[in-house]
């Protein structure tokens, strides 16, 4: 019976066993109204894992598999550039072990 409650599977990828590493990457933005822009433009980047809509932290967060934390400065970098009056500020974490991960699709509940 296909009640459609589950949806998909993801598989829980130990990036370190390949060479990368999973960075979350929190824009902060001075011109909140453009991060459309910049969502289009990371969503074309193929090391991009997901954007995260979230309130009261960081305007944009991004998750990204990446080699190195240089790899995640260029992208930075790129950003600045790209976005020069738009992004204020960044912050990085490496995400070392995630413990537990689900996505809900509130639309569905």
Do not use: C
Request: charged letters at 30%; hydrophobic letters at 40%.
């Amino acid at each position: 019976m296909d009640s459609g409650l589950i949806i998909g599977f993801k598989p829980m990828v130990n990036w370190a066993k390949i060479g990368y590493r999973w960075f979350k990457l929190d824009l902060y933005l001075s011109e909140y109204s453009q991060n459309h822009k910049i969502i289009e433009y990371v969503e074309k980047n193929p090391y991009l894992y997901t954007i995260d809509h979230t309130i009261g932290y960081a305007d944009l967060e991004l998750e990204m598999i990446l080699k190195d934390v240089n790899h995640l400065n260029e992208i930075v970098e790129e950003l600045h550039t790209k976005f020069p009056r738009v992004i204020r500020n960044h912050k990085y974490m490496l995400v070392l072990k995630p413990h537990k991960y689900f996505e809900l699709d509130f639309d569905k509940i």
